[in-house]
């Protein structure tokens, strides 16, 4: 395994956390917690691709006669729209 270094800077919040996680013993020290931890975060982004994806596969599998209808087409991005025109028109 390859190590890159990099000199990185945390908040107070999640030095500490770090910190408590090096003195609680679950990691040697910091550099292997803030490794630790990503590869965790990473995992689980992981896992939440594969159920997500794994439920549209569900869904799109089922017969026409068992999807739900959700309304017009045009109602379905309503709300998202309307977001973007009022984030655009903050700019």
């Not at 890159?4 to 040697?28: C, H, I, M, N, R």
């Not at 910091?30 to 691709?49: D, F, T």
């Not at 309503?78 to 984030?87: D, K």
Request: without cysteine.
């Amino acid at each position: 395994m390859s190590v890159q270094k990099q000199t990185v800077s945390f908040t107070d919040t999640a030095y500490a956390f770090a910190k408590e996680l090096v003195e609680a013993g679950e990691y040697p020290n910091m550099s292997a917690a803030v490794s630790g931890e990503l590869a965790k975060a990473k995992a689980e982004r992981q896992r939440e691709q594969s159920v997500l994806e794994a439920e549209l596969e569900r869904r799109l599998s089922l017969p026409l006669d068992q999807w739900e209808p959700v309304g017009e087409a045009s109602q379905v991005t309503a709300g998202a729209r309307a977001h973007l025109a009022a984030i655009s028109h903050k700019t």
